[in-house]
């Protein structure tokens, strides 16, 4: 027992540790995005103090009037990457909110119908997930487009609505094909708690199958939802700043990680002396700390619902 208990320790303080580190980290990024909104909304595209509007090739470099330096437009990469992170976050949450909730009531449908049902359902998942991701995400941006943007359009006038409307698509988009691995998630586990015997007592009472899967088989895998919901998170960001960097994304003037660190990485090409290396130093060290963050948080909050995880005596 007390060698059990030593093993335990060992395994678990790191990574407890790790998920506080993730915690405070991804707090110490998303919570500046997200208070400056305000500000960062009018200053992104606007040209520093003393900048002129439209001047190609006028850049500054970090320092303490403009700590992440400027553009070619002389525009504050600061204020650029606080809205960025506001955008890449809100997509990343809003997309695995959107996953989440497929997710849960597909996989939760088919493991407690099982049959034919869960047969049909769950290879429209196989299919799915025989395709590429990306392949996927972009075909359905393609075709929520029209819709997005009409319906914007009705309720707000000018360039916003087509702006907001590309963001809109892309988390409609990258949520509406990220659900499928939580789906089978789910699906596994409704299957296991199905033949438990609280849910035949239910059963032999003559509640329904909706209230037995809402009341007595959610509450049971709100751990499991939890964890994949925080490790989507990630992932969503993960596209949607890989097709902002191929310039299907967020489209300019918004930014966002991507397409920031895209337009940095010309620099790339240019010799050493003569690299602007903040334009792509500070937009993908925030989308790499904060991805880094997200899965140390995901993987604590898995050590810690996962049941197998205490070691036996």
């Not at 597909?106 to 997930?129: C, E, N, T």
Request: aromatic fraction near 8%.
């Amino acid at each position: 027992m007390i060698e059990s208990t030593i093993v335990k320790k060992s395994i678990w303080k790191p990574r407890m540790s790790s998920g506080w580190i993730g915690a405070v980290l991804l707090l110490l990024i998303a919570v500046p995005c997200f208070v400056t909104l305000p500000w960062s909304v009018q200053y992104f595209d606007e040209p520093v103090k003393g900048g002129v509007t439209g001047v190609m090739d006028v850049v500054r470099p970090p320092s303490l009037a403009e700590p992440f330096g400027s553009d070619e437009l002389e525009r504050s990469l600061l204020w650029r990457s606080l809205l960025g992170g506001v955008i890449s976050l809100g997509i990343g949450m809003s997309a695995a909110t959107i996953a989440g909730l497929i997710g849960v009531s597909w996989g939760a449908i088919a493991g407690y119908a099982g049959g034919r049902v869960d047969s049909v359902m769950m290879r429209v998942v196989d299919v799915m997930l025989s395709l590429p991701y990306v392949l996927l995400v972009v075909l359905l941006n393609i075709a929520l487009q029209p819709a997005v943007h009409a319906g914007l359009e009705i309720m707000l006038a000018g360039d916003m609505a087509k702006l907001l409307a590309d963001v809109v698509t892309l988390l409609l988009a990258i949520g509406g094909v990220s659900w499928l691995t939580m789906a089978r998630v789910v699906r596994g586990q409704v299957l296991s708690l199905r033949s438990q015997p609280f849910i035949e007592a239910a059963r032999a009472l003559g509640v329904s199958p909706l209230r037995i899967v809402a009341v007595h088989v959610l509450p049971n895998l709100v751990g499991v939802i939890v964890v994949y919901m925080t490790l989507t998170v990630p992932i969503a960001i993960l596209q949607e700043s890989f097709l902002s960097f191929l310039g299907i994304g967020v489209q300019a003037p918004l930014p966002s990680w991507g397409n920031l660190a895209n337009d940095g990485v010309t620099q790339l090409v240019r010799p050493l002396g003569q690299m602007q290396w903040w334009l792509i130093l500070f937009p993908c060290a925030l989308l790499g700390l904060t991805l880094m963050a997200l899965n140390f948080l995901g993987d604590a909050l898995r050590d810690k619902f996962d049941p197998k995880r205490d070691v036996k005596s």
